[in-house]
């Protein structure tokens, strides 16, 4: 079981599930996302989504946090049928800023559908197994901003289109970032729901954005994909 839980001082959520459940949504998500290449105009996404799975490979390994919960009275029943079992589970954590994490849910969309081809059956169950991780995003995000902001945003959920990220500009998504991280954390809570809302729409800021990097790629006859994000991220992440 994967679950969210706000950070302290709510910049974003702490990821956490144990061996196997990081493990297999990190086998899914890189089924789903390809070889290099593979989607013309998804490769800055692609190498996106890629970063969590790094993140999660690297919590399975030790190298994030953990924590240790006492295991649930079904589990200590098994002690009785001479079944070894230990006093406490093991979960690994990692923390993802808001913007990521809603990124994250929103373009697995295209990736489940690009995919497809691919697809043994309809039966497969790598786009089911990422679907399950989306549903626990969304269920959060639902209970952060309520019922009545998320009616707002249910739409955005399911896209009217595979492709809306082809050739997105994820320098906005650092943007996003940045900005977040800039709020109070009084303020973070209630600016959740407007970042749902950018990520999902290419709004004026989104396309001010993008043309500020295709004029700093024209010169050097550089793909936009090279231009980095100059807004800096804070040294220290008050998470």
């Known amino acids: 079981m994967i679950w969210l839980e706000h950070t302290p ?10 061996r196997n459940d990081l493990a297999s949504l990190t086998e899914s998500i890189n089924l789903v996302v390809g070889e290099e290449g593979e989607y013309p105009g998804y490769e800055l996404v692609r190498l996106r989504v890629l970063h969590l799975c790094n993140e999660l490979n690297q919590a399975v390994k030790g190298q994030k946090e953990a924590t240790l919960l006492p295991i649930g009275p079904e589990r200590m029943s098994m002690n009785s049928l001479a079944i070894n079992s230990t006093e406490n589970n093991v979960y690994f954590r990692i923390r993802i800023l808001w913007p990521e994490l809603l990124f994250l849910g929103f373009v697995l969309n295209d990736f489940i559908e690009l995919s497809a081809k691919n697809r043994q059956h309809f039966w497969d169950p790598t786009p089911a197994k990422i679907r399950l991780f989306q549903s626990v995003i969304g269920e ?3 209970n952060t901003v309520g019922e009545s902001k998320f009616r707002l945003l249910r739409s955005s959920l399911t896209p009217n289109y595979i492709g809306y990220y ?5 320098q906005y998504i650092d943007y996003l970032n940045t900005e977040f991280l800039k709020l109070d954390k009084a303020k973070r809570l209630d600016n959740v729901s407007i970042v749902a809302k950018r990520v999902a729409n290419k709004d ?6 993008k043309m500020e990097i295709e004029k700093l790629a024209i010169p050097e006859a550089d793909s936009a994909d090279h231009v980095e994000d100059t ?3 804070p ?5």
Do not use: H, P, R
């Open 9 to 18: 001082n709510y910049a974003g959520v702490c990821l956490s599930g144990d």
């Open 140 to 142: 959060f995000l639902e």
């Open 166 to 170: 082809q050739n997105f500009f994820t």
């Open 204 to 209: 004026a800021k989104y396309m001010k954005i």
């Open 231 to 233: 807004s800096g991220y």
């Open 235 to 239: 040294e220290n992440v008050l998470w």
